[in-house]
């Protein structure tokens, strides 16, 4: 593979060969010029040697001659030299303007060798359009995933609502709970949208501090209480005593959302959480009883709005931006998040390294 040189340097070679081609052709007409000159009697070696400043006419000819070659010469390499960088940025502004009129696959491709800087020219105009094409393309399907989540609230909002003005429903406490309940579902949804949002966008803001998990834990425990003895989860603790540099409202988040999603979908029997400290990162597991994920759909465990089983998911009235959610904020606390089922046992493992 040839090797891309810088634009400095093509046109420090570009000159030095100018300069050197018509140093050489100079010399080369001026010997065959007065050469010729002197065998035809134009000139003799005794007037060369008169005053120099005097001019001959075989002086004016070489002089034109070398002029005319050094013009010919500058204008080819120069007229090659040009082509070479204005090539690539002809495919440059060819491939923005089909970008510009909707055709986001449009790439600036071309096979040639240029500059280096040409080459990383081209190499991060075609990363970032291919980025642009993969951001509509998500942002579409964002808009329709989040149409659709949006309709039935609003749809039911709007429905029992009309139904009061027109008397068809009587507005009782059992109405306006349910009422509220579409409320808080819309701003779950809403509030999981920010957060996701901000960390794609770098802009979550983190709150550092050590943490007794423990007392965090107990404390999320506590809130689903209920819930748990309702779904005949028991939890079951085995926590390092390590006190863990981490933010307390996402980590509680974090435990929010994995406690929410095995109560919902995992068999009755204990919630293993434990974690623990292994070559400085601090490893957090939450175990259920199954039935798990098949491993076909576990790669797609943690996208937004992904549902493994659509009409479970309406029963149990979840969004499907739990796990992303979770994810997301994993990641911006540097740290990582695996899913993994041995047997009957469903395993969300979090790893976050202490060291700060």
């Not at 937004?304 to 009409?311: G, K, M």
Request: glycine share 6%; proline share 2%; with cysteine.
């Amino acid at each position: 593979m040839k090797s891309k040189l810088g634009i400095s340097k093509q046109l420090f070679i570009a000159f030095s060969i100018v300069n050197l081609s018509v140093t050489l052709f100079s010399m080369l007409l001026g010997y065959l010029i007065y050469n010729y000159a002197i065998e035809k009697g134009w000139l003799t070696l005794d007037s060369l040697q008169e005053d120099w400043t005097n001019f001959h006419f075989i002086d004016w000819i070489w002089m034109s001659a070398v002029i005319l070659c050094g013009c010919l010469i500058s204008l080819v390499i120069g007229m090659h030299l040009a082509k070479r960088f204005i090539l690539p940025i002809n495919f440059l502004a060819e491939a923005a303007k089909k970008i510009s009129q909707g055709d986001l696959s449009a790439r600036a491709y071309d096979n040639r060798i240029h500059s280096a800087e040409m080459s990383e020219l081209l190499h991060n105009f075609n990363d970032m359009a291919q980025k642009l094409e993969v951001s509509v393309q998500n942002a579409q399907v964002w808009n329709a995933a989040i149409a659709h989540e949006l309709r039935t609230p609003i749809t039911i909002l709007q429905g029992r609502l009309q139904g009061i003005i027109d008397g068809v429903f009587k507005p009782d406490e059992i109405l306006f709970k349910s009422l509220l309940n579409q409320v808080e579902g819309l701003s779950h949804l809403v509030e999981d949208l920010r957060t996701i949002s901000l960390v794609e966008n770098q802009q979550l803001r983190l709150n550092y501090e050590l943490l007794d998990f423990k007392s965090v834990i107990e404390k999320v425990l506590k809130a689903f209480e209920d819930r748990l003895e309702q779904a005949n989860l028991k939890p079951e603790l085995d926590l390092t005593t390590t006190p863990v540099f981490c933010d307390r409202r996402r980590i509680e988040q974090v435990l929010i959302a994995l406690i929410d999603n095995a109560i919902r979908y995992s068999n009755a029997g204990k919630l293993k959480i434990s974690s623990e400290v292994v070559s400085e990162n601090w490893i957090l597991k939450i175990e259920d009883e199954g039935p798990g994920i098949a491993t076909e759909f576990q790669d797609d465990l943690f996208k937004p709005f992904f549902r493994l089983e659509e009409s479970r998911n309406k029963e149990f009235g979840g969004t499907g931006l739990g796990l992303a959610v979770v994810h997301a904020i994993v990641v911006a606390l540097k740290g990582s998040i695996h899913y993994s089922n041995h047997g009957s046992k469903s395993t969300f493992t979090i790893k976050i390294l202490m060291d700060k």
